[in-house]
T-cell receptor
Framework: GDSVTQMEGPVTLSEEAFLTINCTYTATGYPSLFWYVQYPGEGLQLLLK?????DKGSNKGFEATYRKETTSFHLEKGSVQVSDSAVYFCALSDHGNNRLAFGKGNQVVVIP | EAEVAQSPRYKITEKSQAVAFWCDPISGHATLYWYRQILGQGPELLVQFQDESVVDDSQLPKDRFSAERLKGVDSTLKIQPAELGDSAMYLC??????????????FGPGTRLTVL
């Protein structure tokens, strides 16, 4: 079935550093792709999305491009802040039932 | 701003007991989802409702889990009897419709269940 793979392990970096979180997917059709963020003690919030190949989703300085040729949707931010510390989940859904399949998530810790 | 409401936020129970979680979706959202998120992993869909009907419960352990959305608005997820492995965060989400441009899912804060 459809699945999402995120890079292993937490990510620790200094404020103003460049952030990349890798995400690859496996799907039979042409899914929509999402990044969700989960701050401590809160539910998931949609960060950005892309619905077709070569689309770029962006929000709050974060970007991700839907790459069909590499089945990837890597998340990037040029200069992180302490407030970006959270868990980030990559997800996909097919266009039929809207069921979301999530990756395992990556804990991001930004140190002042 | 409209939000998905869930209660309780935290629940501690002993194994073999019954537990129930409640979710109130954003007003007007026809589609409601229950997810389970085990610590250190991403959420997994348990059940999806369209109005009051179940459209996907393929991952719901039906021997002990049940879910209902009787009037097509709020929903209850029940576990009976609870097992140690049920300890997790239970997330509710809602969307205007199951697909198309109005398919963004909005998540509630979750109920953290601990089974002792």
């Amino acid at each position: 079935g459809d699945s999402v793979t995120q890079m292993e392990g937490p990510v620790t970096l200094s404020e103003e550093a460049f952030l990349t979180i890798n995400c690859t997917y496996t799907a039979t059709g042409y899914p929509s792709l999402f990044w969700y963020v989960q701050y401590p003690g809160e539910g998931l919030q949609l960060l950005l999305k892309a619905t077709k190949a070569d689309d770029k989703g962006s929000n709050k300085g974060f970007e991700a491009t839907y790459r069909k040729e590499t089945t990837s949707f890597h998340l990037e931010k040029g200069s992180v802040q302490v407030s970006d510390s959270a868990v980030y989940f990559c997800a996909l859904s097919d266009h039929g039932n809207n069921r979301l399949a999530f990756g395992k998530g990556n804990q991001v810790v930004v140190i002042p | 701003e409209a939000e998905v409401a869930q209660s309780p936020r935290y629940k501690i129970t002993e194994k073999s007991q019954a537990v129930a979680f409640w979710c109130d979706p954003i007003s007007g959202h026809a589609t409601l989802y229950w997810y389970r998120q085990i610590l250190g992993q991403g959420p997994e869909l348990l059940v999806q409702f369209q109005d009051e009907s179940v459209v996907d419960d393929s991952q719901l352990p039906k021997d002990r889990f049940s879910a209902e959305r009787l009037k097509g608005v709020d929903s209850t997820l029940k576990i009976q009897p609870a097992e140690l492995g049920d300890s997790a965060m239970y997330l509710c989400a809602s969307s205007l419709s199951p697909g198309g441009s109005s398919n963004e899912q909005f998540f509630g804060p979750g109920t953290r269940l601990t089974v002792l």
